[in-house]
């Protein structure tokens, strides 16, 4: 069975920074593309950024290019997403993702990940 998990989030105030952590199990985690997606309060959920099977290839929302930076460690069955300068338009409800397969440029699209966390709150205030 397959397990995302998430851990890291919290509240910070803006400018600040957090780091979040999505622990895979019984899932071939080095295979696919995995991603990170948010969702606020009355408003659907986004893709965030997305990382390739070996971290070549990454993708960024443009709105938080610049600041936010995915990784994988594929030894440790983790994904990462470090969070800076964040904004209170960050906050939102943060979860991680997995593929079946490659990246592509639809990586945003929900409907390319198969398994997905339960999700780690963010929240920023001004």
């Known amino acids: 069975q397959v397990q995302l998990v998430e851990s890291g989030g919290g509240s910070v105030q803006s400018g600040g920074s957090l780091s979040l952590s999505c622990a895979a199990s019984g899932y071939t985690y080095s295979s696919g593309c995995m991603g990170w997606f948010r969702q606020a309060p009355g408003k659907e959920r986004e893709g965030v950024s997305a990382?390739?099977?070996?971290?070549?290839?990454?993708y960024y929302a443009d709105s938080v290019k610049g600041r936010f930076t995915i990784s994988r460690d594929n030894a440790k069955n983790t994904l990462y997403l470090q969070m800076n300068s964040l904004k209170p338009e960050d906050t939102a409800m943060y979860y991680c993702a997995a593929a079946a397969d490659f990246c592509s440029d639809s990586w945003s699209s929900m409907v390319q990940y198969t398994y997905w966390g339960q999700g780690t709150q963010v929240t920023v205030s001004s």
């Open positions: 990382i390739s099977r070996t971290g070549t290839f990454t």
